[in-house]
């Protein structure tokens, strides 16, 4: 006897309840009414309280409610063919109402579409309105098409599940890249040269750009307006030179952000499509932090071969005059002394000077950070 609950449980997985016929399976059913030589073939679907039919079978419905289905009857045997040679002598079908009006069923044999745990899904059958008997053949012929339209469903459902995970994983990459500190993106360049984005993560929300994601999203033109007037230029010919050659993309440009201009670097790799169309994937991120960095450095790199070098080579040619006099005399080590200790507060008022302005930029460094 058949698990009903397990066996709903199975159909649902297969996602073919309360949709539309699957043109695919129509093949099938024509072969069978045409091997059978009836008017009528059908491949049902049986749900909790309907029957769904997945063919176009040329009537008005593509359902109707299971206590009128003939193929209720099939679930319990998913390795016979059901066959009622006359409905009208079946108790089963005697208030059918496909036997009472239009079109006035009398014959119905169906083959089980058995899953391969056993679970029979519905039936793929065929329907006479007349009395009649069908070959050991028929029922062989039938099994044989029933089995090829429970193919189709399995492989449907195959691709389904994949497409389901694919969707899935997508959408956890995307929560991934919305969460992260940078702009993600997939550039096209159509074959008229206009611009759009396929993808673009939220994550470029964390930059606090002057535009909003929308806006970006929607006209990407929108954000070279941004764009410092002196980095423009540059920022759209390397962008044309990676469309055109498909180069590796890298710059880096100034962009306003809500208060100033920050700056920023895009990376990207260049694909052309078969239609023409050229797509970007790449990211840009906010690369400030590391600009001050670099600028705070080659200041001290510039403070201590200029302006600590004058002091230092003071005291190098004091030392060096004090070690080649033979004899000094009291007012000349005096002097000497004098110009020493003047070269030295020169030297330590200028370092702590150097200490209070890289305090005050390690400070503006660590802010920026955060």
């Not at 895009?266 to 994937?281: E, F, M, N, P, R």
């Amino acid at each position: 006897m058949v698990n009903e609950e397990d066996r709903l449980k199975e159909l649902d997985s297969y996602q073919v309840v309360d949709t539309t016929p699957i043109k695919e399976l129509d093949e099938l059913a024509n072969i069978a009414k045409l091997i059978c030589d009836v008017p009528f073939s059908f491949i049902t679907i049986i749900d909790k309280g309907a029957q769904w039919l997945k063919v176009n079978s040329g009537l008005n419905f593509n359902k109707t409610s299971r206590k009128d289905s003939f193929c209720q009857y099939a679930l319990n045997n998913p390795n016979e063919v059901m066959i009622v040679n006359d409905l009208t002598k079946d108790t089963r079908f005697k208030d059918n109402s496909f036997l009472q009006g239009n079109p006035k069923i009398r014959f119905y044999a169906g083959a089980p579409l058995a899953t391969p745990s056993g679970n029979v899904l519905g039936t793929l059958c065929v329907l006479d309105q007349k009395p009649r008997e069908i070959s050991t053949n028929h029922r062989k012929a039938l099994l044989a098409l029933a089995k090829k339209a429970m193919d189709h469903l399995n492989h449907r459902k195959l691709i389904l599940e994949q497409r389901n995970k694919i969707e899935s994983n997508a959408e956890e990459l995307k929560r991934l890249t919305d969460n992260v500190p940078i702009g993600i993106f997939l550039l096209k360049k159509d074959a008229q040269g206009k611009l759009s984005f396929e993808f673009l993560n939220k994550g470029f929300k964390h930059l606090q750009l002057g535009i909003s994601y929308d806006k970006l999203q929607s006209s990407p033109e929108l954000g070279f307006a941004l764009v410092h007037p002196e980095d423009k230029e540059n920022l759209r010919k390397n962008l044309s030179n990676s469309f055109n050659t498909l180069k590796p993309l890298y710059t880096e440009y100034r962009f306003k952000s809500k208060e100033e201009y920050r700056w920023h670097f895009v990376t990207a790799q260049a694909k052309k499509t078969k239609d023409g169309s050229v797509l970007l994937y790449g990211c840009f991120q906010d690369i400030n932090n590391r600009v001050e960095l670099e600028k705070a450095m080659e200041q001290i790199s510039f403070d201590i071969s200029h302006v600590l070098r004058k002091p230092v080579t003071s005291l190098l040619g004091l030392t060096e005059l004090i070690h080649t006099e033979k004899v000094i005399k009291k007012a000349e080590l005096r002097e000497y002394v004098e110009q020493i200790k003047s070269v030295s507060l020169e030297l330590d008022s200028f370092t702590r000077e150097l200490y209070t302005i890289y305090n005050e930029k390690r400070k503006k460094f660590n802010t920026l950070k955060k």
